[in-house]
T-cell receptor, first 115, second 112 residues
Framework: DAGVIQSPRHEVTEMGQEVTLRCKPI?????LFWYRQTMMRGLELLIY????????DSGMPEDRFSAKMPNASFSTLKIQPSEPRDSAVYFC?????????????FGPGTRLTVL | AQKVTQAQTEISVVEKEDVTLDCVYE???????LFWYKQPPSGELVFLIR??????QNEISGRYSWNFQKSTSSFNFTITASQVVDSAVYFC?????????FGAGTRLTVKP
């Protein structure tokens, strides 16, 4: 079975550009999570969806960040405009019936560099 | 607010030594879940174990064992006879509902 799929794996962009990160959760999972990992702040939960509905976006750093989940098999995290401090590894994870009762399976991450 | 503390930032051992990674958590809920994840140098996050708050039984899986003690709010992870392939960053995490909060991680280096 395919795990969580993220694309691109690496993204280098210039400050001010729009960046879109993509995630395909594991089939059958109904919860999806976006995390950001940096050396300074560690692993931070940005937002999570349950049955395609955003449940908690309190971790989204600011209005430049937005996330959507138009269907059960696809989610995007968009940064517009991007800034150098957004450079990080962004992970997507999915779980069945929510991460509180079931483990989250992580994608390989997208390493974002904003110049 | 839920909180996870991994006081050990880095640990270095020699192969075949036993090593324990500490995890202390804070929560007001009586129902919660604890997790350990491994992040090897390749960067992916690998699930190791989940434990719910009502199950304090220790668990052993091969060279890995976990000690859950509610009295001290700890969920420690021991690797017996460590191997070079165990070198990674290990994260402890706590979940009260849907979301999950991670500790800062402990970087384990196993030297040959």
């Amino acid at each position: 079975d395919a795990g969580v799929i993220q694309s691109p794996r690496h993204e280098v962009t210039e400050m001010g550009q729009e960046v879109t990160l993509r995630c395909k959760p594991i089939s059958g999972h109904n919860s999806l999570f976006w995390y950001r990992q940096t050396m300074m702040r560690g692993l931070e939960l940005l937002i999570y969806f349950n049955n395609n509905v955003p449940i908690d976006d309190s971790g989204m750093p600011e209005d430049r960040f937005s996330a959507k989940m138009p269907n059960a098999s696809f989610s995007t995290l968009k940064i517009q405009p991007s800034e150098p401090r957004d450079s990080a590894v962004y992970f997507c994870a999915s779980s069945h019936r929510g991460g509180g009762t079931n483990e989250q399976f992580f994608g390989p991450g997208t390493r974002l560099t904003v110049l | 607010a839920q909180k996870v503390t991994q006081a050990q930032t880095e640990i270095s051992v020699v192969e075949k030594e036993d090593v324990t990674l500490d995890c202390v958590y804070e929560t007001r809920d009586t129902t919660y879940y604890l997790f350990w994840y491994k992040q090897p140098p390749s960067g992916e996050l690998v699930f190791l174990i989940r434990r719910n708050s009502f199950d304090e039984q220790n668990e052993i899986s091969g060279r890995y064992s976990w000690n859950f003690q509610k009295s001290t709010s700890s969920f420690n992870f021991t690797i017996t006879a460590s191997q070079v392939v165990d070198s990674a960053v290990y994260f402890c995490a706590l979940s009260e509902a849907e979301d999950m909060r991670f500790g800062a991680g402990t970087r384990l280096t196993v030297k040959p």
